[in-house]
Each structure stands twice: as C-alpha cells, then as structure tokens.
C-alpha cells in the first residue's frame, strides 16, 4: 500500500512564522493557491480513501486537492506546543535556542506541550488502522509534524534529520508485500523546488 502524505498549504500563522500546534488556523491566500496547484497531481495519482486532520487549514487543503471525502479525525492534529502556541519562531529561538532545536528534533517537549513519542504513537496508530483494509494509495492529509513523525516510525529518518516540509507538498511512502517500509517521494511541488520551507 502506498501512503500519500500531503502537508495542508500555508496558514496565515505560517505566514507569521507563529507556532500553531492544535491552534485552528486557516489558509492564507497564498496556501489556497499552493493547494490549488497540488490538486491535479493528486487526481493524477488518484486515491482509495482519505484521512485528514480536522483542523481548518487541513480541512481547507483536503477539499481545494479534491479530497472533500476525507475522515477527519483529531488524530492527525499536529503536536500540541503547549506554552509556544501562537509564538513566533524568532521569540522562541531568542528566548532558549536549544529548547527549541531539541523540540524540533524530537528530543525534547515543549513547555506544556505533548511529547515527542506519544505524538508519534498517536498519529501512526492511524496508519495502522487504516492498514488493516489495505488499499492502493491512502490519503493523508496533515501537518508537518505528522509527516516528520510518521517518517521516523516507519522508515528511520530522525526529525533532527529531514528538511522541512514544504506547505501542499507530496510525500509518499510504501508498506507492505513482506518488504519493509520505503520511501518514495519526499517534499514534491509541482510547480517549483523549496528548499527553504518553513515550519
């Protein structure tokens, strides 16, 4: 089964640089138009079923790539940041430049936040439900922090590892067929190359 990882275009906080975690914040304009473009691809590859997170942006996302059939489920929430909720990144890094690198690394939680492990326990027993129907390409549509968490469990890839995810990108992954988990596409834009993606 392949596992079709979509990243929900920019928020107006990511437009900020604000931390969102469970925040419930929508699209920018600018996120509108990246999941726009997305959508042909998406249809291109096609789908069985889809999963999003239920927060608005992701919502949002889901419907503007033709995914308006998705389940929603808190589930793929992205990790509560606690305290930094609504931050931006720059007053964070200001304040404790290595509480915040371990946070994005995995290794540590934010003040008030959700830890690192049960964030990933929580999102991939998703993937793990939905496996039990297999299916040929899963939808997953979510947060940046979801796809970093469930890159790790499943192919190894240490968040202290991988670039950012770009907003309304593709990442896909295989399960499955008595072979371990592969990659097969990280951080797809089908109209550019994003090196600098922000979080």
């Not at 930094?84 to 890094?93: F, H, M, N, V």
């Not at 304040?95 to 830890?115: D, L």
């Not at 999102?123 to 890159?151: D, F, Q």
Request: glycine share 10%.
């Amino acid at each position: 089964m392949r596992i079709l990882l979509v990243r929900h275009g920019q928020s107006s906080w990511n437009a900020e640089r604000r931390l969102q975690g469970q925040a419930d914040v929508g699209l920018s304009d600018l996120g509108e138009v990246q999941a726009d473009l997305l959508r042909q691809t998406l249809e291109d590859i096609g789908h069985c079923r889809a999963v999003s997170s239920d927060l608005q942006r992701v919502r949002e996302t889901a419907n503007r790539i033709g995914a308006g059939d998705a389940r929603l489920t808190e589930e793929l929430r992205e990790i509560d940041v606690g305290d930094w909720t609504g931050r931006t990144i720059d007053e964070i890094r200001a304040e404790n430049e290595e509480a915040y690198q371990a946070w994005r690394a995995g290794t540590s939680t934010a003040p008030g936040g959700e830890a690192w492990g049960d964030f990933v326990n929580r999102v991939t027993a998703v993937i793990e439900a939905e496996y039990r129907e297999p299916c040929k390409n899963l939808l997953i549509v979510c947060h940046g922090g979801v796809i970093r968490a469930i890159l790790q469990h499943y192919i190894g890839l240490n968040p202290a590892f991988i670039i950012p995810v770009a907003p309304a990108s593709l990442s896909a992954f295989r399960i499955g067929n008595g072979k371990p988990p592969r990659l097969e596409l990280f951080n797809y834009l089908p109209d550019s190359l994003d090196f600098g993606a922000p979080d």
